[in-house]
Nanobody, 123 residues
């Protein structure tokens, strides 16, 4: 499975971005998906996850109420809508495909990763 993340960029504080993650295989429709991020000098951290059918979503506390994860299985694509962005949201954002049907906050529960897209929020 190949995952291609896109949609990152430079935005001012309070702005919005929408990240996309396109999968190369239809079988990813049966898997949970997640978004993680990694800032310079920090470990990769969980952002949001979604189950295979979109019925269950889970967010890190730091983004809850500002970010929304969704998926369109007909297009094999997962989205991350990011609103009210803050400078501390600056990081490389990665999408990942989970080993099972549900998403997870644990890095080890994902076996395929995209290449990452840079998000920079200026103050």
């Amino acid at each position: 499975v190949q995952l291609q993340a896109s949609g990152g960029g430079l935005v001012q504080t309070g702005g919005s971005l929408r990240l996309s993650c396109a999968s190369s295989r239809r079988t990813s429709r049966n898997n949970g998906m997640g978004w993680f991020r990694q800032a310079p000098g920090k470990e990769r951290e969980f952002v949001a996850s979604i189950s295979w059918n979109g019925g269950d979503t889970y967010y890190a506390e730091s983004v809850k109420g500002r970010f929304t994860i969704s998926r369109d299985n007909a297009k094999d694509t997962v989205f991350l809508q990011m609103n009210s962005l803050k400078p501390e949201d600056t990081a490389v954002y990665y999408c990942a495909s989970a080993r099972g049907a549900r998403g997870s906050s644990q890095v080890g529960q994902y076996n395929y990763w995209g290449q990452g897209t840079q998000v920079t929020v200026s103050s």
